[in-house]
């Protein structure tokens, strides 16, 4: 069976090696043009796609891909392998996207964003109400969408702020974690919801 987890933790590995390569080539600042995500967008386009598999060095790679395997082989359980690329590219992008925008135009720093911390906390999100426990308790007790989206609110900013460090994307991480509960609870990665109903046999 083909698993996207291996697949995503190869393209990072091979993004990072033509990181290096670039680096040598043409040097660091370079290197950031062509694979980190900054503003405008509509400048290097394609770095919405690389900022998602790129990493700034050796730790920031290695200490994501752990995590990821733990998470992407847990979620691609019950998922199939083209939806999860999909998955970690969309929260990916978005959250790279929201991080860059904030720091550009809320606070008016020139910021350069990559890494797959976003798509991270989109699976971390995704754990957390996508099992059966979760789809049980919002059942039982019949928790309105609006509610359910306000304590998402605040359990992505409580967590944000609990990891946050200096250096580090929170409010791409923020973005990435809110955008995995909402998914998470509408099971979208499902399997059963993504098969293509079978037309019945004629007999």
């Known amino acids: 069976m083909v698993r996207a987890t291996p697949q995503i933790i190869a393209i990072c590995l091979v993004v990072y090696v033509a990181q290096l390569g670039v680096a040598l080539a ?4 370079q ?4 694979f980190a995500l900054a503003l405008p967008l509509d400048a290097q386009p394609w770095t919405v796609v690389t900022s998602v598999y790129a990493h700034s060095g050796p730790w920031h790679l290695l200490s994501n891909l752990a995590l990821f395997a733990l998470l992407g082989l847990a979620v691609e359980r019950k998922a199939s392998a083209t939806g999860v690329h999909l998955y970690v590219l969309a929260t990916g992008a ?14 008016s720093v020139d910021a350069h964003v990559l890494g797959l ?3 991270i906390f989109a699976l971390i999100g995704y754990v ?8 049980f308790m919002l059942d039982r007790f019949e928790v309105p969408h609006g509610v359910q989206l306000v304590v998402y ?11 946050a460090e200096p250096g580090v994307a929170i409010v791409g991480h923020f973005t990435g974690l809110f955008l995995g509960l909402v998914l998470g609870a509408g099971t979208v990665l499902s399997a059963d919801r993504l098969a293509v109903e079978e037309p019945p046999e004629h007999r």
């Open 31 to 34: 290197m950031a043009e062509l």
């Open 128 to 135: 957390v109400t996508g099992n059966r426990l979760s789809g």
């Open 94 to 107: 978005i959250a790279n996207v929201s991080q860059v925008v904030f720091s550009n135009v809320v606070v």
């Open 153 to 163: 609110l605040a359990l992505a900013v409580a967590v944000t702020l609990a990891t």
């Open 117 to 119: 911390s976003g798509a």
């Open 26 to 29: 043409v040097g660091a600042e």
